[in-house]
Structures are given as structure tokens and as C-alpha cells.
């Protein structure tokens, strides 16, 4: 039975202001260490050739270009509701083979039918910024378009464990995203959303403790074969 829940029409800008935009990149790199947990994820997605990827929330790019150091002949396909983040998503990826395809919009099952059926998908710094619900109705969305065995990927902020990531993750993402939309993640609820949306086999491969916060990559798998 189709959710009757609207999908939101609103969302939280890759630096969480729109005028940020442009320091998004510099502002990550600094206080999150993205490049070892990107490159990490990606060895843990074992991307072969033929594998289509969906990366929801693609914002500027960055997760394509990690796939383009250590993987190829992938197809990636990346959406995302940020019309100013895709266009520098596109410029930083003009050069990678076989290109990257970027389809700006909310997401949802129905806005990607005409895409091949993903066999992984990853969902980068996205679901900190968004409601419980919203978590909710994204995983369930990733679910409907992965084929079957396929696997998820969650990489953000996680379960904030030890007085001083709860400090760093108060002081920095709560202060920029907010409390309501963020204390989820810190609480741990990732995994057990996951649960709910239908994934099995779902567990925490690691965490990087970083200057905002602790990031975890939890993997999850879709039934079937």
C-alpha cells in the first residue's frame, strides 16, 4: 500500500545555507576527514564492473569521483534536490568515463523508473538533515528501486558514542541542522529505520571519529537474490 505521507518539499542545502553552497567542499574536507571515509566506503561498496550505483543526495559530486579512483566501468547515477550543488557536481565529474548521470528532484521510486534498477545504493550526509519521517520514507524508497540482494549504504553521522563526539556533534551539526532532525542519528536509530524499511543483515562496518562528530558506514541488504 503506497505511503500517503507527501514527500517533503523542502530541504537542508549541502552547507546547510544556500549562499554556502561554493564551501561545501573545502568545509567538509576540513571537518569531517571525507576523503578516508568516502574512499573507505567505496572498498567496502566492491563496486565491479557492470554494478549500477545510486547515490541519493549526490550533492557536488564527491561520492562519483571517489568511485572514479577505484572502480570502473560503473554506472553512477545521482540524485539530489539541490539545483546549485548538481551543477558543480557536473562540472567536478565532466572528465570521469563512463560519465555521470545527475537528475535534479525530491526522490522517490516513481522519479527514477526510467533507471536501470540499482544493485547498490549509497546515502551520503543526507539523512541527519531530514525528519524521522522523512528517514523513514527515504529508506523505504531505496528499498522499492534496489533489486533484489542488493545493498544499502549509509554513510553520516551515527550513534554518538562517549561524552566527547556527543560534545563535538552538540556543538557543530546541531548547532547548523538543528536538533529535532539530527538527535535521531545521534541516538542510533539509523540501524533499527533501516530494520523497518525492509533491509536485513544490517550492521555497522566502521566509524570515524572526526571534529563534528562520529560518522558511521552501516550496510544493509535488500532480500532476495
Request: proline share 7%.
Amino acid at each position: 500500500m503506497p505511503d500517503p505521507t507527501p514527500v517533503a518539499r523542502s530541504y537542508t542545502p549541502a552547507a546547510g545555507y544556500h549562499i554556502l553552497t561554493p564551501l561545501y567542499d573545502f568545509g567538509v574536507a576540513v571537518t569531517t576527514r571525507e576523503r578516508v571515509w568516502r574512499d573507505r566506503l567505496v572498498r567496502y561498496m566492491a563496486l565491479g564492473e557492470g554494478d549500477v550505483i545510486l547515490d541519493i543526495g549526490s550533492g557536488t559530486g564527491n561520492l562519483a569521483l571517489a568511485i572514479a579512483r577505484h572502480s570502473r566501468d560503473v554506472r553512477y547515477l545521482g540524485f539530489d534536490p539541490d539545483e546549485a550543488a548538481t551543477r558543480i557536481a557536473r562540472t567536478k565529474t565532466a572528465q570521469i568515463v563512463p560519465p555521470p548521470e545527475f537528475r535534479v528532484g525530491f526522490f522517490a521510486a516513481s522519479a527514477i523508473d526510467d533507471w536501470p534498477s540499482p544493485s547498490k545504493i549509497a546515502i551520503c550526509l543526507v539523512l541527519h538533515q531530514v525528519g524521522l519521517k522523512e528517514k523513514a520514507r527515504l529508506l523505504r524508497e531505496a528499498r522499492q528501486v534496489l533489486a533484489p540482494g542488493g545493498k544499502l549504504y549509509v554513510a553520516d553521522y551515527g550513534e554518538q558514542r562517549g561524552r566527547l563526539m556527543r560534545l563535538l556533534f552538540r556543538l557543530t551539526i546541531q548547532q547548523l541542522d538543528g536538533v529535532q532532525d539530527t538527535q535521531p542519528n545521534a541516538d542510533g536509530l539509523l540501524p533499527v529505520l533501516m530494520r523497518e524499511a525492509g533491509f536485513c543483515d544490517v550492521r555497522e562496518l566502521e566509524t570515524f571519529r572526526t571534529p563534528t562528530g562520529a560518522i558511521a558506514i552501516i550496510e544493509a541488504r535488500k532480500p532476495g537474490t
